[in-house]
């Protein structure tokens, strides 16, 4: 742009002084060479004026040009700005929407942490309580088996004892009856000697009354059983 613009006034100065150049070269030798030559110069001063307005024409464009490109690169320095706030407002906003984003991935993990702690606590103390109950269980049959031992064995002690005791009888019925078979056989040792002493005692009064019948002397016998038990 300032290479064209020097151009430019270069050649309006050209065109502005080539008409005096000639000037110089050319003679003046009658009227109607002066009337020439003043026509000629008011030519070349219309010739400057034009050119003047020209050079005129061009710096104005020049300006012209240079204030819409003053004015281009401004507009672009504000649209750069805009555009570099409009970018720095949607990085905010980005921003703002990751940390959201974070943020709620954060909270969802931490609530399914919780969630698996709890379903964790849950789970233990639904094993806690169905090995409390096993145990209890376990406890309750455990108890029913020494209870059944323990009446089992109960009841052989009382069958035991049972026996004990029917042996016991047994043994004191046998004792009885040996005991009574024993002072049977002893009464009746004791009935036969005494029946002995008894006829010894009357052997010496047999002679003599021979003739007692036997039926009387069935009678005699009578005060024997006295010595029974």
Do not use: C
């Amino acid at each position: 742009m300032l290479g064209f613009s020097i151009a430019a006034g270069a050649a309006a100065m050209w065109l502005v002084s080539l008409p005096a150049d000639q000037q110089l070269y050319t003679p003046q030798t009658d009227p109607t060479a002066a009337v020439t030559a003043e026509a000629r110069g008011a030519q070349e001063r219309f010739a400057q004026e034009r050119n003047a307005e020209i050079v005129a024409s061009i710096a104005a464009v020049e300006a012209r040009r240079a204030q819409e490109t003053f004015a281009q690169e401004r507009n672009a320095e504000i649209d750069a700005s805009i555009a570099a706030v409009e970018a720095h407002r949607f990085a905010q906003e980005r921003n703002a929407e990751i940390d959201a984003s974070i943020a709620a991935v954060a909270a969802r993990r931490a609530q399914e942490q919780f969630a698996q702690e709890r379903n964790a606590e849950i789970d233990a103390s639904i094993a806690a309580v169905a090995a409390r109950r096993a145990q209890e269980q376990f406890a309750r049959e455990r108890n029913a088996e020494i209870d059944a031992s323990i009446a089992a064995v109960a009841a052989r002690r009382a069958q035991e004892q049972f026996a004990q005791e029917r042996n016991a009888e047994i043994d004191a019925s046998i004792a009885a009856v040996a005991a009574r078979r024993a002072e049977d056989k002893l009464a009746e040792k004791r009935n036969v000697e005494i029946v002995a002493s008894f006829v010894a005692l009357i052997v010496p009064w047999v002679g003599p009354i021979a003739d007692v019948q036997v039926g009387s002397f069935a009678q005699t016998e009578e005060p024997e059983q006295s010595w029974q038990p």
